[in-house]
């Protein structure tokens, strides 16, 4: 049976972040992918100008529309967009439970534009509590949900252990925006994992797309969380080594 893998997210026009991405992806792995919008966005490679989120229940009748049809081997949720699509959310988690779920927390764009309401984020999180297999935030992120700022691994340890508590699944916290050594930190709930990786001296759009993404198809794969952790950021490292940039600022995934 052919596995198709969802990603519910936003529109980025570039075509380096966001649904786009997500679904060049899966096919890289060999993996047909079907595409739930939740937000259109007027953006390019140095900013987000603007923001559109697509309202909860429309997000919701193409979810059922594409169930009519398809069967769904994996899901990866970026951007929502609004607080209107966490319970849209919620709703379709419970239909499929045991599949694998890749949640990159998408609340702010690099260029720092709110994506998500800061008030909606406890909802969120409390929403997708014990039905995801893996959270994947960045620094800001995760240091948003903790409530204090990180700036080291062990800070990041600290983090995930509490982030685990709170939603009851794994989680790796990337750390590429660290002063020192880049190194990405897994907790599994009961041990830690560590990923250094050397820095790549060039700014990338869509690397945590990319990475939760490649993550979901490894987990599809039938791949243990840390091998396909470990091996999603080996992957997102090489191909970032090959971004190239295609308008005047973030480089953009093109050859992987």
Not at 163 to 178: Q, R, S, T, W
Not at 192 to 205: G, T
Not at 237 to 250: D, I
Request: glycine share 10%; net charge positive; hydrophobic share 45%.
């Amino acid at each position: 049976m052919t596995k198709v893998l969802l990603s519910i997210a936003g529109y980025d026009p570039s075509g380096g972040a966001g649904i786009l991405l997500d679904i060049a992806v899966f096919r890289r792995f060999g993996f047909p992918g079907a595409g739930l919008l939740t937000a259109v966005t007027a953006q390019n490679s140095r900013t987000v100008a603007a923001v559109r989120c697509l309202a909860g229940p429309f997000l919701y009748r193409q979810y059922e529309t594409l169930l009519q049809d398809v069967d769904l081997s994996g899901i990866k949720v970026g951007m929502l967009g609004g607080p209107g699509n966490i319970a849209m959310l919620d709703r379709i988690l419970a239909n499929h439970e045991g599949l694998p779920v890749v949640v990159d927390p998408v609340f702010r764009s690099s260029s720092g534009r709110w994506l998500l309401d800061k008030r909606a984020v406890r909802s969120y999180l409390d929403r997708i509590k014990g039905r995801i297999t893996l959270l994947t935030p960045n620094l800001d992120e995760a240091s948003l949900i903790f409530g204090h700022r990180l700036k080291k691994p062990e800070d990041m340890k600290v983090a995930a252990r509490w982030i685990v508590d709170l939603i009851a699944a794994p989680c790796l916290i990337k750390g590429g925006h660290l002063a020192g050594k880049a190194v990405d930190v897994l907790y599994d709930g009961r041990r830690f994992f560590l990923f250094p990786h050397r820095r790549i001296r060039k700014e990338v759009h869509g690397t945590g797309c990319f990475l939760s993404s490649s993550l979901l198809c490894y987990l599809v794969m039938k791949k243990p969380l840390v091998e396909a952790c470990s091996l999603a950021s080996e992957f997102t490292q090489a191909a970032m080594k090959k971004a190239v940039r295609l308008g005047k600022g973030r480089a953009t995934f093109l050859d992987f």
